[in-house]
């Protein structure tokens, strides 16, 4: 194979992969971009507010729940931080029972008329409640972490392609400079000169 068909060809090749790359990173920048927005725009809608920092002690709720005190939830690590603090008030609930635990226990009672108990059907309800808010702010957490990841990579990607364009240029160029008889893998001949 001439060395001039293979630069030309792996250059193509080149600019293909930075076409794709770059569609890939602006997809993925588009992702991120929609992902952050549609969270923002969704908490923010909710005016979900942090308690201000002196009912947020540190001893209780944490470093991360308090430095967001007194702010608008609208971020998904703030989402996080927010169903921490959830977490905390559910587990003073029902003596840290989960909301499955006591719903089990309400099923039971209910199986007699006579034993209904009015503080368990309240533990339960809260616990409901409380369990499906946190659940529905840590999926918001997830998405906020593939939009995170989707930004990176995008950027990755439309770095990726910059470096792909660079070398097929540069592909072009050496496929330019060699002579067209030059062949892959042929030895190089010195011109002997003439005596």
Same mark, same amino acid.
């Given at each position: 194979?001439?060395?001039?068909?293979?630069?030309?060809?792996?250059?193509?090749?080149?600019?293909?992969?930075?076409?794709?790359?770059?569609?890939?990173?602006?997809?993925?920048?588009? #992702?991120? !971009?929609?992902?952050? &927005?549609?969270?923002?725009?969704? @908490?923010? /809608? +909710?005016?979900?507010?942090?308690?201000?920092?002196?009912?947020?002690?540190?001893?209780?709720?944490?470093?991360?729940?308090?430095?967001?005190?007194?702010?608008?939830?609208?971020?998904?690590?703030?989402?996080?931080?927010?169903?921490?603090?959830?977490?905390?008030?559910?587990?003073?609930?029902?003596?840290?029972?989960?909301?499955?635990?006591?719903?089990?226990?309400?099923? #039971?009672? !209910?199986?007699?008329? &006579?034993?209904?108990?009015?503080? @368990?059907? /309240? +533990?339960?309800?809260?616990?409901?409640?409380?369990?499906?808010?946190?659940?529905?702010?840590?999926?918001?957490?997830?998405?906020?972490?593939?939009?995170?990841?989707?930004?990176?990579?995008?950027?990755?990607?439309?770095?990726?392609?910059?470096?792909?364009?660079?070398?097929?240029?540069?592909?072009?160029?050496?496929?330019?400079?060699?002579?067209?008889?030059?062949?892959?893998?042929?030895?190089?001949?010195?011109?002997?000169?003439?005596?």
């Amino acid at each position: 194979m001439k060395r001039r068909t293979l630069d030309y060809t792996l250059s193509t090749l080149g600019v293909v992969m930075a076409v794709v790359l770059a569609l890939g990173g602006a997809l993925l920048l588009f #992702a991120a !971009n929609f992902t952050n &927005t549609t969270i923002s725009d969704q @908490l923010s /809608a +909710q005016h979900i507010k942090f308690p201000p920092a002196a009912a947020l002690p540190v001893a209780e709720y944490g470093e991360t729940v308090n430095g967001f005190a007194g702010q608008d939830v609208t971020t998904g690590a703030q989402a996080k931080a927010y169903s921490d603090m959830i977490a905390v008030h559910l587990s003073k609930v029902a003596d840290g029972k989960t909301y499955s635990q006591v719903s089990a226990a309400w099923t #039971a009672s !209910n199986a007699d008329p &006579t034993k209904r108990d009015p503080a @368990l059907a /309240a +533990q339960r309800q809260t616990l409901f409640m409380g369990e499906t808010l946190r659940g529905l702010l840590l999926n918001v957490y997830a998405f906020s972490i593939f939009g995170t990841i989707a930004l990176i990579a995008g950027w990755v990607a439309l770095v990726g392609a910059v470096l792909m364009a660079v070398l097929a240029v540069a592909g072009y160029v050496h496929g330019r400079n060699v002579s067209k008889s030059t062949l892959v893998g042929a030895p190089e001949i010195e011109s002997i000169p003439a005596a």
